[in-house]
């Protein structure tokens, strides 16, 4: 983005992991995120969808060929973000015999719950020390 006044480049900043610069609109500054700017300017939006998705799912590649006008809940929905999110909130946990010995390793507590029918935050206390038991196994979360 280049400034018409002085025709320098202006500085752009990180803000919210999205690229940003600030435009004066002969009152003030306000910022403006570069994505947008290249939607508004360069891509086509005959629905008048109002978010910009970009499709590599890389907030930094603001290229034309990487930006796409869309809807909320596809912008939400697209790509591998959910499956991202739910991989770093979720815990790995064990399944041990009251004798100690180890049943079965699960990817999360939900996991565990679908394959045992065992509730699912009777688990997680077992696994917190809350209890000693859950559904007559052991539970222990993977360190």
């Known amino acids: 983005v280049k400034s018409v006044k002085h025709n320098k480049t202006l500085k752009k ?16 500054y306000k910022h403006f995120s570069i ?3 290249v939607g508004i300017h360069f891509i086509s939006n005959p629905n008048n969808l109002p978010y910009i998705n970009h499709i590599d799912e890389n907030k930094l ?15 939400i929905n697209y790509g591998t ?10 815990k790995c946990v064990q399944q ?3 004798e100690l010995k180890l049943l079965c390793s699960y990817v999360s507590v939900s996991e565990a719950e679908r394959k045992t029918g065992i509730y699912n ?3 997680v206390k077992c696994c917190k020390g809350e209890r000693k038991t859950a559904g007559g196994y052991i539970w222990k979360y993977t360190e």
């Open 13 to 28: 900043e990180l803000r919210r992991n999205y690229w940003s610069v600030q435009l004066f609109d002969g009152k003030r």
């Open 61 to 75: 590649n603001n290229c034309v060929n990487n930006l796409e006008w869309c809807t909320c809940s596809y912008n």
């Open 121 to 123: 935050p009777n688990i």
């Open 96 to 98: 041990f015999s009251k």
């Open 81 to 90: 973000g959910i499956t991202r999110s739910k991989e770093k909130r979720s």
């Open 35 to 37: 994505h947008r700017l």
